[in-house]
Each structure stands twice: as C-alpha cells, then as structure tokens.
C-alpha cells in the first residue's frame, strides 16, 4: 500500500501524458460534456468528451487528448482538488481529442448503471432526483439553486449515503425476514449480500464501507466469540481502510462517519435508558 501512495503522489505531481485505456466504470452527462471515469488497474482516470460518443458502462475505451491541470487548494482549509482525485485513485484528468471504443467487459460497476436505467424508467422529473439522491446519493440531477438552499437550510446531510442508510435498510430487513421466522444466519446471509450490492449501488463510499464493514466484523466477533468491545471494532475498521487507502483520512465524510460512530458507541450506555423514539432522535441529530 506505501506503492500505491507513493505512485498516486509522484503522478499528480509529474507531467502526465494525454493518453488513455481502460474500462468504463461510470458515466455521467451535461449539457456540454460527457464525463467519462475509467480504471486501469488499481487506478482511474477523468475523461471529458465533448462530442458525446455514444459509450457505455463496461466498455473499453482509449484515446488521447489534453492534460488538465489540478491544482491544490491555494486558500488554507478550501477544497482541494489534488487531495479529491488522490482519494479516489484519479491519477489524470484528460480533455479528449480522440475517443475509440475498442471492446466490452463485465464489471460491477454495471449493476448501479443498470439500477439508474430502472429509475429514468419508471420515474421523472422530481420524483426521479429524489429517488437517486436518497437511495444512493446521486445528485447530479440538483439544480445549483437547489443546492444551495438545502445547505442555507442545514439538510445537505438528507441526500449523502451514509451508515444511517445502513441502519435503517438493515433495521428494515430484519424485521421482514424476522416476520417469516427465519433462522439467525440465513438473515446475516441475506444482510451481507445487501450490504455488498448497495456499496457497488454506492460506489464504495467510505462512509458506507465503512458502516458495511463494521457490520461483517460485528457478525465475525459474535461468531468466533472474539471477545472485542464495538469500540475495538470500530479501531480495526479504521485500520483496514485506511491501509486500503491512505487518502481516506483525507476525506471528510469518512472522518465524519468515524466520529460520529464513536460518540455514538461511548454514548450508548446512557441512550439505551431512554424510549426506542428518544434513541432514534438522538442517534439521528448525531
């Protein structure tokens, strides 16, 4: 992993060549521009196509065109361009002059381009931006006027995926499949393979891989009767993720996620005495 964040740093900050190849692992279109994300190995690249060639999710592009520059924030504490694209393995960001498709593959990424083909479907207008901001956290379909009056409201928070969307699904499907009387770990078995549907749904954010991850490590704990305290798991969560990525500590959803998972586990003791309804408020104001 000390390769991986030292190609990511040496990258950024050397003058990269225009060219690309890879594998299309999400697409997402403008009024000007198409976006292209396509990986090479452990790694990405941004493609800007402004003729909109007609690709999809799971096919093999290459082509050439101008390096982007990005920049580092020049103002201390403003968003950083440079840390964003290291966080998510983005090694260049290109302006294509030429584009081929020169194959297909399958890939993961597919299952979240066919779920958003399912809701342009079946739903329109409002209903379908809700629909993709609430379930998983798309919000390209914001107008800027919309986004910055729920910031002025303090809601902002409604439409990012969270490990609270993994509470309530969770919460959600166990008492369904409870109701049919299901054994124990058939139920784990049915909550696991959801939990790694809606991360790919997701895009792996690391809010909510790292909400999934606690889960499984919660179920491993109980099942080999380790012994470790939430406290304890929610440690090795951190650690695992971050030797997966060490840009995560860059990232401010997934410190967010951390903290407020820690005062909830140290908190517990004392929001457990309340109602189920005081629990669920105050669980959520954190």
Avoid: W
Avoid at 17 to 24: H, Q, T
């Amino acid at each position: 992993m000390l390769t991986n964040y030292i190609f990511l740093e040496t990258t950024l900050t050397s003058d990269a060549k225009g060219n690309f190849s890879g594998l299309v692992v999400d697409l997402k279109k403008s009024e000007k521009y198409q976006k292209i994300t396509i990986r090479s190995g452990m790694y990405k690249n941004i493609i800007y196509d402004y003729d909109f060639l007609d690709i999809k999710v799971g096919e093999i592009i290459q082509g050439d065109g101008q390096i982007l520059k990005s920049d580092p924030a020049r103002v201390e504490g403003a968003f950083d361009y440079r840390h964003y694209l290291k966080n998510h393995k983005i090694t260049k960001v290109v302006r294509a002059n030429t584009l081929r498709i020169t194959g297909t593959r399958f890939t993961l990424n597919k299952i979240k381009a066919d779920f958003l083909v399912y809701l342009d479907t079946y739903f329109d207008g409002q209903t379908l931006t809700f629909l993709q901001a609430l379930l998983i956290g798309e919000d390209e379909g914001f107008t800027d006027e919309f986004k910055e009056a729920v910031t002025d409201n303090g809601i902002l928070h409604l439409f990012a995926v969270s490990g609270l969307h993994i509470m309530l699904f969770v919460g959600i499907i166990t008492k369904i499949l409870q109701f049919f009387h299901l054994k124990e770990n058939i139920i784990n078995i049915i909550i696991s393979i959801f939990l790694f549907v809606y991360l790919i749904l997701t895009g792996f954010t690391a809010s909510v891989l790292r909400a999934a991850l606690m889960y499984e490590l919660g179920l491993v704990n109980k099942h080999l009767k380790l012994g470790f305290s939430s406290a304890d798991i929610i440690s090795l969560c951190f650690l695992i993720l971050v030797i997966i990525n060490p840009y995560y500590i860059n990232d401010l959803g997934f410190i967010l996620s951390f903290i407020a998972s820690l005062v909830i586990i140290f908190t517990s003791p004392h929001i457990n005495k309340r109602s189920h309804f005081t629990q669920l408020f105050i669980i959520s104001c954190i």
